[in-house]
């Protein structure tokens, strides 16, 4: 067996003491395990525990002060919480929680380290190498004018007629950030594309595809963005990848084909599936969203998933899931990473049709746009249907006997741009809301293929501006007179919710949220 890797992040203050007394005793520390100094175990943010799993590492041990000696105050508590998040990531990934450690000393207790780190050294070893993968890394080639000027033809921004519609409809241009499709399109074109400004610019663009919608010349701004980050990518330039870029790392984890996955190990035992039907569900990524939030929003996106499998059944549809399900891959593509999205895109597909399935069901947004149309455009064959579930419950309800509870709610929704304006289907779930039964359903100012984004794409470009849009997304609904806000998309009620956070605006932007899927299963009913 190879040599397992054991990394020691080690906080500077307390247990580096300790730390350093065992070195100069000699003392018998694993020579497996690698030290880490690092300033304080509170530093030490999810994106970082995970990154050390996503490189290879076998075990990780977070060592810091104990409770009340942290010379920050708070960092053994942030810490605390970051370990128990990223463990549950480690287990939904089927890695095991147990790769990862947190203990805290104080200066004089070197034995009881030495102990920790013998004693954690034996637990890795019985667990045994990790099954993370890393792929070869080559060294990036240089932007040359020639990739731009390809890019700039397959996308026709030679078309741009400069009429600065785009930039007069971008919702980030219009919360006051210095941003500008046309004038990047022009700076691109122009052979600027090392600039400062346009490199930052490429990684403010929400892909919301709104330009796109009012593009007299039809320029497909948002598919040029995703490939102007895939060029950025491959030359060596990280993103603005929010969250410290977590949510990237997690899916690139995800192309190690070993990994034994335990992506619905949580489902509800009431929750009928068929592992022999013809018809599958994929999830997406709802789960981990769950446990990487639930310390700060309290998120249950994992409640959506359930919804939609309760709505199949009543519909008498026991699908079939997939044990090992792994993301999409929607965030890497639109964040640049073309590679591995196509790897991770093959494992999904290969899985999906060993299950034997005829028909796919999802009741997310990205994964119905990945699965059904960017799959394909990247090469990747498919061999079955891609349904969104609207579909399904809308073939289902037209048969007829099914009618809707009274729902004591003043309604309005918010449309994801991945369904409704970038597949162009802003009415399908209106269909489904206007057969609700509720006190009211009110639009926003801003709505359907016009609707304003949520502030965030593929987990990136977070900032003060994406707040100050969200804030607006969530006045336009409370200006509706509505008291709950129906979602479709599990990113956007994230994303809503975490600007409901904002301590200064309190209740002046709160409102209930509740996805569509979930509103359909608590009041759908046989007649």
């Known amino acids: 067996m190879d040599k397992l890797k054991i990394v020691l992040f080690m906080c500077n203050w307390g247990p580096h003491a300790a730390y350093q007394a065992l070195q100069d005793s000699g003392a018998d520390i694993p020579a497996e395990v690698r030290m880490i100094r690092i300033p304080c175990t509170g530093r030490m943010s999810k994106a970082l525990l995970f990154r050390a799993f996503e490189m290879g590492a076998d075990g990780v041990a977070l060592v810091g002060c104990e409770p009340g000696t942290c010379r920050y105050g708070s960092g053994t508590a942030v810490a605390e919480g970051n370990v128990e998040d990223t463990r549950g990531i480690l287990d939904l990934l089927g890695l095991g929680g147990d790769r990862l450690r947190l203990a805290m000393f104080l200066p004089e207790e070197s034995q009881p380290l030495l102990a920790f780190l013998q004693d954690f050294y034996k637990v890795i070893e019985t667990i045994g190498k990790s099954p993370v993968s890393i792929p070869p890394r080559e060294a990036p080639p240089a932007v040359t004018r020639e990739m731009v000027s390809q890019l700039l033809t397959t996308h026709d921004i030679y078309a741009c007629q400069d009429c600065g ?57 948002p598919d040029f963005i995703r490939d102007m980050r895939h060029i950025q990518k491959v030359c060596g330039r990280t993103g603005h990848e929010a969250h410290g870029g977590f949510f990237q790392s997690l899916m690139r984890t995800m192309t190690s084909p070993d990994l034994k996955i335990r992506h619905w190990q949580w489902l509800p035992e009431d929750i009928q599936t068929d592992p022999q039907s013809k018809t599958l569900f994929f999830g997406g990524c709802a789960p981990y969203f769950d446990t990487y939030f639930k310390s700060h929003l309290g998120v249950q996106t994992s409640g959506i998933l359930v919804d939609s499998l309760r709505l199949l059944n009543f519909f008498d549809i026991y699908p079939a899931i997939l044990s090992g399900e792994r993301c999409c891959g929607h965030d890497l593509l639109w964040s640049g990473d073309q590679e591995n999205f196509r790897r991770l895109a093959q494992l999904n597909v290969e899985a999906i049709e060993a299950a034997g399935v005829e028909e796919v069901v999802t009741a997310c947004p990205e994964c119905y746009r990945t699965l059904s149309h960017d799959y394909p455009e990247q090469g990747i064959e498919l061999k079955f249907k891609v349904t969104h579930i609207y579909d399904l419950a809308e073939r289902e309800i037209d048969k007829g006997a099914i009618g809707f509870e009274k729902l004591d709610r003043n309604l309005t929704f918010q449309d994801p741009c991945r369904l409704s304006r970038l597949e162009g289907r802003p009415d399908l779930p209106r269909k489904l809301l206007h057969r609700l039964q509720p006190e009211s359903f009110t639009e926003m100012k801003d709505r359907g293929i016009s609707a304003l984004c949520c502030g965030n794409c593929a987990w990136t470009g977070c900032d003060s501006y994406t707040k100050t849009l969200q804030v607006k997304r969530l006045r336009q609904a409370r200006e509706t007179g509505s008291n709950m806000l129906v979602t479709a998309c599990p990113k956007c009620q994230i994303h809503l919710r975490c600007a409901m956070e904002d301590p200064f605006l309190g209740d002046e932007i709160k409102m209930e949220i509740m996805d569509l899927t979930t509103v359909l299963a608590k009041t759908i009913r046989w007649e």
């Open 165 to 221: 519609k785009c930039s007069s409809a971008c919702p980030v241009t219009l919360a006051g950030k210095p941003f500008s499709p046309r004038a990047m399109a022009n700076a691109i074109i122009g052979g600027s594309v090392a600039a400062p400004e346009v490199v930052n610019d490429v990684w403010s663009c929400l892909t919301c595809g709104l330009c796109y919608d009012r593009c007299p010349s039809a320029v497909d701004f």
